[in-house]
């Protein structure tokens, strides 16, 4: 006989069988938990922002977390002026480099268990050749003036950090070179190799340091079917047949720069230990009267995604490089309904099990709704990208990330619908599915603008049977049922049948909170037959985790 941490006895003679079939056990990567993103460095120094982000560790298993601005003149560690305040500026005779507020956020984050994936960027105001492109926040996404000086500050902070805490650890995080460098003149103003440039200049000072250092790019956004941006900038021309185009899940979508990247850094000999990029399922284009043109595409748009960036990696000449998809959620909008939605947390439940096995992360974009790229939110329920919203209140993906952290890292059965796992090291059986409904047509969530258009999506669908047989369990094991469907945990529909407030009342945020959390839950005992039968009818959108409960 054997016993989990819980207590619970399994018979070391009888396997598990499910169905009646005797399971044959593959591994599953909890590659939802690896990273998670949020908007950028310096909200990480407001106290909410740091609450959510504990029990997001603690809850959620997070184990990095990836944010922009590390560099942004709001944490203030590139200067060549003194800061006078009301009194005059006086420039400095040479840089100063500080690392005071970075350093809070930065020993916030380990002392919480986590680890920093690092975006290097944007580039101080002091150092832009052009500044204020992007944001709410004036990010300066361009060039430096001087690269000697850029190459010095990221020098400059890594031996900072490595001092701090140390090479051991520091081995450990990932450093992203830029975001979105192909958004010309958003998050770039230069060119294509202006980027692999930059990165050229950033890998070779990082490895300089210390050859164990992971570096990797070019951080690029989407897949896109044409070729806007094969050459040096985007050439919205090339995109004019994709945004006419009666059916774009026919077309050939492909990732952005990744070859050329590797090609350019092959012939220089440059080092590549990770590929990033984003896999949002959705695209933006321009038609020839320069009308924009949303495109969403189908839901398993990520899964192929994914397999074709996996089979270019393994044919360039950087085979091991390690895949990390830094920002991935249903749409790249902080004013996306869908976010707050059930449907959302449906969507991503199938989509993290679906594609397990085809990355080393998979980033969801982000944690929480503190977040500012346009400015904060209007309303508790304003699409944010968020698990949960800027008063803490969980939302369906919030739960829908509980869920999938309950699971083990074996694989006994995996269906369209869910799967059954075991943990490795305590042999607890558990269990996740989802009724995305057959009536979505192989159809993603989509983007909606308001709350009220997203709920048309709940009538869609209807009833999907759950029913397994899972053999070799101790008879008395209690496993716990929790299901989040429209009735149960739908914390946006609850806001919305209260009027949609958007400055809710103390007592209302308490309401709200209470509705997020009261999942649908019960209990199930294995008989004397040691089978635990599950039959249960899911609703539509529903997401059902299954458990063994602690004794």
Known sequence: MSRDTFGTTFRADSPFRIDGDLCEESPLKHVWRECVGAGRANEALRADWQRQFAEAVDTLGFRY?????????DMFVYRESYGGGFGPNKRLASPVYTFSYVDKVFDFILECGARPFVELGFMPRELATVEETVFWWGAH??????????????????????????????????FEVWNEPNLVPHFWTGTKTEYFELYAQ?????KEIDRELKVGGPSTSVFVPDDRYKGETEDRSAMHETAVATDVDTLD?????????????????LPVDFVSTHLYPTDFAFDSDGEGVQ????????????????????????????????EWSSSPSSRDHIHDSLF??????????????????????????????????????HGGFGLVNEQGIHKPTFHAFAMLERLGDRL??????????????????????FNYPDDMGGASVGSCGSYREARALAELGSERRIRHRIDGLQPGTTFMVEIMDVEHGNVAEAWYRMGSPINPSRAENAYLRDVADSLLRYTLTVPDTGVLALDIDLPPWAVMSVWQSAR
């Not at 950033?202 to 990082?206: D, G, L, N, Q, S």
């Open 65 to 73: 977390i990836r944010f922009h601005g590390v560099f942004h003149d």
């Open 141 to 174: 996404c361009s060039p430096p003036k001087d690269m000697a000086r850029w190459v010095e500050l990221v020098t400059r902070t890594v031996e900072h950090w490595i001092e701090r805490y140390g090479s051991a650890e520091v081995r450990e995080w990932r």
């Open 202 to 206: 950033t890998v070779t000072a990082i």
């Open 253 to 269: 979508w492909r990732p952005v720069w990744i070859e050329d990247f590797f090609d350019w850094c092959a012939d220089r000999g």
């Open 295 to 326: 495109i969403a595409r189908y839901a398993d748009a990520t899964f192929d995604d994914l397999t074709l960036l996996r089979r270019l990696i393994a044919d360039s000449a950087y085979p091991g490089a390690e895949i990390h998809i830094t």
């Open 344 to 381: 959302a947390a449906t969507y991503i439940t199938r989509a993290y099990l679906t594609c397990a096995a085809l990355a080393d992360s998979i980033s969801y974009w982000t944690f929480t709704d503190v977040f500012e790229e346009g400015g904060a939110g209007i309303g508790p329920f």
């Open 412 to 433: 006994l059965l995996e269906t369209s619908h869910g799967v059954i796992t075991r943990d490795s090291e305590t042999s607890a059986v558990s269990g996740l599915f």
